[in-house]
């Protein structure tokens, strides 16, 4: 059974920095990706960033590229979301998923497995 444990979120002034943590179980393997994904009061849900476990490409939303880094630790099994730079509107609740991909893609269709969200506020 694959499952997935978001972890790390808080408060944190405009400007701070956060690292969130997913810890990812009953892969066998490392054809998958994992997806950040984010929803804010009153918005859609929307993809933020992913990597692919098997070569460790990335991609990232425009919103936040440049100020946030995505890393797996495969001897862990755990992927970290680096968020720096952080301004009022990336507070939302994020959530990371897994999908039988090759490819980092943060769309989220292809997104099988959820973990449950983490909060994150930002104060101005």
């Known amino acids: 059974e694959v499952q997935l444990q978001a972890s790390g979120g808080g408060l944190v002034q405009a400007g701070g920095s956060l690292r969130l943590s997913c810890a990812v179980s009953?892969?066998?393997?490392?054809?998958?990706?994992i997806g950040w994904f984010r929803q804010a009061p009153g918005k859609d849900r929307e993809g933020v960033s992913a990597?692919?476990?098997?070569?460790?490409?990335?991609h990232y939303a425009a919103s936040v590229k440049g100020r946030f880094t995505i890393s797996s630790d495969n001897a862990k099994n755990t992927v970290y979301l680096q968020m720096y730079g952080l301004k009022p509107e990336d507070a939302a609740v994020y959530y990371c998923a897994a999908a039988r991909v090759l490819v980092a893609t943060i769309y989220e269709p292809v997104y099988d497995y959820w973990g449950q969200g983490t909060l994150v506020t930002v104060s101005s």
């Open positions: 990597i692919s476990i098997k070569d460790g490409a990335t």
């Open positions: 009953g892969f066998t393997g490392d054809d998958y990706a």
